[in-house]
């Protein structure tokens, strides 16, 4: 099982393929995924006196793209030439391929001066999977990312991403709450408009630490800070003074009639934000979906550690029993176990998995002694 197991990498032979390429990269090492390059093409491309020039153009690209991946050791499919509007066509390939995530650049197929293409809009806006758009001149090693919160769903999920790709980088996170004060009331209504902000404010400040005590965050390097204002406008001025690398926000789902949507908020901060940022909608870009069949000690390991890695403490805790079920004495799983409850604050069982380990050193170490005892005088 990979936590990761595909990329889509749409590209448009723009300047911005090679930066999404270099920020694919750490990426795909990282989780050992798979990238799917769809080339999009015009469909005028397809004009018999220049069909040949340019399919001879576009096959030379991905070529060396795909060798750029293949050095890293980056396993590559098969790429996919298309031809005509691009959005559908995303749309379509990360479906049939049921990617993780979607690897875009801020103007795919449409170089205007907007900071957010229309295609690249739309395909955040319509895509079920995360979406990652990817601008120019922000790094993706030592990151520092953003992720805002208004307790809906759509915000849980993204912070849950957030989460995890904090622990998968390093990074630093922050999280951030934005109350919006009242400005005015009524002239029918009589009441002091700072004490009612005060006390709106209060309860806000509950519903911000409910919320988070419920994520986590255990060993984390992560600050939260609760700013008033519009919510749109402090996002964009958070990224701008905190130099951030990366922002995650959530989107909601579908409508009544099955149209996908994009929160407001959302929606007018991707548009003007600078830094580069992840959409999500119903589906996290971490894969959990585990194989039934136990297969070796070693391969349940490999997967515990990269769920402890991606704070997936639980998670990673039946990779450990897994191990257990294998062989009941595998010492390392019960201190392993052991080690995750205590980042969970579950001390009865940490305890119980250490002394469940110990006894086992003992019997082991007993039964070494008494294996000596029986050669010595059995000589």
Request: aromatic letters at 6%; one cysteine or more; hydrophobic letters at 40%.
């Amino acid at each position: 099982m990979k936590l990761l197991e595909k990329i889509l990498l749409p590209i448009d032979f723009s300047e911005s393929t090679d930066l999404q390429v270099d920020n694919i990269i750490p990426i795909a090492k990282i989780y050992e995924s798979e990238v799917i390059i769809l080339a999009l093409l015009p469909e005028d491309a397809k004009i018999k006196s220049v069909f040949n020039l340019i399919k001879e153009s576009v096959t030379t690209k991905i070529n060396q793209i795909n060798q750029k991946l293949n050095a890293e050791n980056i396993k590559t499919s098969e790429p996919s030439i298309v031809y005509g509007e691009p959005v559908e066509n995303v749309l379509k390939t990360a479906r049939v391929h049921n990617v993780n995530v979607i690897i875009l650049p801020s103007h795919l197929c449409n170089h205007n001066k907007e900071k957010l293409g229309v295609y690249t809009e739309k395909i955040i806006r319509r895509a079920e999977k995360p979406v990652w758009v990817i601008k120019k001149g922000k790094k993706i090693d030592n990151l520092n990312i953003l992720c805002p919160i208004d307790f809906s769903s759509a915000s849980e999920r993204a912070l849950n991403n957030a989460i995890i790709l904090t622990r998968i980088f390093k990074a630093k996170l922050s999280i951030i709450s934005v109350f919006t004060p009242i400005r005015s009331l009524s002239i029918w209504i009589e009441a002091d408009l700072e004490d009612e902000n005060k006390k709106s404010k209060d309860e806000y400040i509950g519903r911000v630490n409910e919320f988070i005590s419920k994520q986590k965050l255990n060993d984390l390097n992560y600050s939260l800070d609760i700013i008033d204002g519009d919510p749109v406008e402090e996002i964009l001025n958070y990224t701008e003074k905190n130099d951030i690398d990366l922002l995650i926000m959530g989107t909601t789902g579908r409508n009544s009639i099955g149209k996908a949507l994009i929160g407001s908020v959302t929606q007018e901060v991707v548009r003007h934000v600078n830094c580069s940022f992840i959409t999500t909608k119903s589906i996290d870009i971490i894969n959990l979906k585990l194989d039934n069949e136990i297969k070796s000690i070693e391969t349940h390991v490999e997967i515990a550690k990269k769920m402890e890695e991606s704070g997936l403490y639980e998670e990673a805790i039946t990779q450990y029993e897994t191990c257990l079920k294998i062989n009941s004495m595998h010492i390392p799983a019960h201190y392993s176990i052991a080690k995750l409850y205590k980042k969970i604050n579950k001390i009865d069982k940490a305890n119980y998995y250490e002394k469940l380990a110990s006894d086992l050193m003992d019997r082991i170490w007993d039964r070494k002694i008494e294996d000596e005892i029986k050669k010595f005088y059995t000589k």
